[in-house]
């Protein structure tokens, strides 16, 4: 739909005993994901000082040499686990203008999943030179889990469907949390490139935490570009395909791109949530009836990961 500002929702009644206070915060979901997909949550329990501990642990990394951050590289990993170049990934149409961290669930050499040579599922490659890193980085990992759980319930709430509903889908999920630094945007850059290119998201839910640099876009349907500034103490949710096609299309998957024109380095945290990997992403039953039919075919969320993921990294690779 046509917007011109992202809305902000106070979360802390999802953590109320009361069933009426969940369903007042599920209605406002609910409200900005079918008009927007996207949304400010305030009141989401985790504290500043984690916060500022998290970016300050984002820019220790990045502010390594070029060869430290290469030791622990992504194309190092069969799993895309590591450190991403800047130009690595093309979400648009020529490589985006930012250099990344990728950081996934942890599963070590006997997990069911890693055993069955699933793709994507296994080890992370940490940086081992820079202590107290790694385990501040798996604290906070579980600290989204929780908060997309969270999430999760709200959002079934919202769609009339018992707040568990997920919970099956959700219990061995695919979630992927990527560190990620902008460099002020060079006055060289192609004009069609971006710090992050024009793209909607590929799977559930994403919670991001971004500095106060500014730089995020979301595209109405108008298309225009709307600010997605800085708000101190929230994080900003966004909806991707995934949510999109489990919902028939009433949700929104929005475009976003991120331009850095502060002048200064940004830095921005997002977790992508999404569900186990065979979980089967179907049409909705509160979504669909005689006079709107389902729009998408049934598939794994697997399945639509490794293609998303296939897709961007060719780009990559022709551009």
Known sequence: MTFSQIPVIDIGGLRSHSLRARQAVAADIRQASHEVGFFYIANHGVSEDTIAATFAQTKRFFDQPLALKNAVSITQSSISRGYEAIGQQALD???????????????????????????????????????????????????????????MAALALSLDLDEHYFDVMIDNPMSILRLL?????????????????????????????????????????????????????????????????????????????????????????????????????????TCYGAENLPKYAPLTAGEHIMAMYHQTYQATATA
């Open 93 to 151: 149409q020529t490589p985006d203008l930012k250099e990344g961290y990728y950081i996934g669930v942890e599963r070590k050499a006997d997990d069911p999943l890693v055993l069955a040579g699933i793709p994507n599922h296994g080890a992370n490659q940490w940086a081992t030179n820079l202590p107290g890193w790694q385990a501040h980085f798996e604290a906070y990992f579980d600290m989204m889990q929780t908060l997309s759980a969270q999430l």
């Open 181 to 285: 630094h902008y460099p002020p945007h060079p006055i060289d850059a192609m004009a069609n490139q971006l710090g992050c290119g024009a793209h909607t998201d590929w799977g559930c839910i994403t919670i991001l935490l971004q500095d106060n640099a500014g730089g995020l876009e979301v595209c109405n349907a108008d298309g225009g570009w709307i600010h997605a500034d800085p708000i101190p103490g929230t994080f900003v949710i966004n909806l991707g395909d995934m949510m999109a096609r489990w919902t028939n299309d009433y949700y929104q998957s929005t475009p976003h791109r991120v331009l850095n024109r502060s002048g200064k380095e940004r830095y921005s945290i997002p977790f992508f949530f999404d569900p186990n990997y065979h979980a089967l992403v179907d049409c909705l039953p």
